[in-house]
């Protein structure tokens, strides 16, 4: 008997994507249900070569729902996901509403999966946030290897992390350049378009912005506490991958060609590392794929025993909708959760 999954926030980026990952994985679903606001009820979305009709979140039964993916932002998860899991079934939620939430575990299935026991307390399981997920992808091999000290890191994000108006806004700003016609920036702070921004989500007292602060604190909660972490945050006009630029050090020496060696073989990675041109991988290429790819691997000299190396991965795949049904994929494969009993 198959599992009744439910997207919750099914028409934006991520929820559909969720949907497009479903239906690639062949995920054991006997039903799959479309949810999101009530102002898109009746809305088609695609699933597979079917298509869903989008139904009201507001007054959608998941008395019979055994997993639901909810990506429909924080403030709706704070409401909605303590309801669901009430109800039995378990939300795996891709908002930063419980990522730091004591009695939730927030996982990314190669480094952690060891800790979704918890879930039950509350029903509710945490996706990291995007630029998080693709690095400790990349981190969990060589801190097992050679235990991580302290990282820099400094991000290189694409739009759509913000959303589709995001993605938009990148559009008509590089036609607008083009035609020589206005350029109106509504959901970023500056232009976009033919520039980088140097922030991603509010500034913090202490100067840092909330995204570089969570990719500090959900790495030392999925991977470990000791590690610290400075983060760099930036928008960059991509519409799809983020890139990240990594250094590290490390406790233990460790060589390039053994972190080459090491990652090739851990879960979730790629690694692209030619000493020539085009030897590495960018975003563009990274779009539409699963892997977090690994590139630029170098010995760092100014510190002991430091690397530095550079990733990319989908952030809409690995960053959120990918991670989450690996998630779930994990909670079958550990035999954590089995398929409500359906009345004949």
């Not at 699933?47 to 403030?75: Q, R």
């Not at 800790?115 to 509710?124: E, M, Q, T």
Request: glycine share 6%; net charge neutral; aromatic share 6%.
């Amino acid at each position: 008997m198959g599992y009744k999954v439910a997207v919750v926030g099914a028409t934006g980026n991520v929820g559909r994507e969720m949907l497009n990952i479903l239906d690639e994985r062949k995920f054991p679903a006997d039903e799959v249900v479309a949810v999101a606001s009530r102002r898109s009820q009746g809305v088609d979305v695609s699933f597979g070569d079917k298509t869903l009709k989008v139904k009201a979140l507001e007054n959608f039964d998941f008395s019979d729902v055994d997993i639901c993916l909810m990506s429909a932002g924080g403030n709706v998860s704070k409401e909605w996901s303590p309801k669901i899991g009430a109800q039995g079934a378990v939300v795996i939620d891709n908002s930063s509403a419980w990522r730091m939430d004591p009695d939730v575990p927030l996982i990314v299935p190669e480094v952690n999966a060891d800790a979704l026991v918890g879930f039950s307390k509350k029903n509710i399981i945490a996706n990291p946030n995007c630029s998080t997920a693709q690095l400790v992808v990349a981190l969990k091999p060589l801190h097992d290897r050679a235990v991580i000290k302290r990282v820099v890191v400094a991000t290189y994000q694409s739009v759509s992390g913000a959303g589709k108006d995001a993605m938009d806004e990148l559009f008509s700003q590089t036609k607008a350049v083009f035609t020589v016609s206005e350029i109106e920036s509504k959901k970023f702070p500056k232009r976009i378009a033919f520039n980088v921004i140097p922030q991603i989500d509010v500034f913090m007292e202490d100067g840092f912005t909330k995204e570089e602060w969570k990719m500090m604190v959900e790495t030392k909660k999925i991977l470990d506490p000791k590690i610290k972490l400075t983060a760099t945050c930036v928008r960059v006009p991509v519409f799809v991958s983020h890139s990240e630029a990594v250094n590290i050090e490390f406790e233990n020496p460790i060589s390039a060609d053994e972190a080459r060696n090491i990652l090739r073989t851990s879960p979730g990675c790629l690694v692209i590392d030619k000493h020539e041109p085009g030897g590495y991988v960018t975003p563009y290429e990274a779009a539409g794929e699963d892997a977090t790819y690994i590139s630029r691997i170098r010995e760092d000299a100014t510190v002991e025993n430091g690397l530095s190396l550079w990733c990319v991965s989908d952030n809409l795949r690995k960053g959120a909708a990918l991670n989450a049904i690996q998630i779930a994929e994990s909670l079958i494969n550990r035999k954590l959760i089995t398929p409500k009993n359906k009345a004949a």
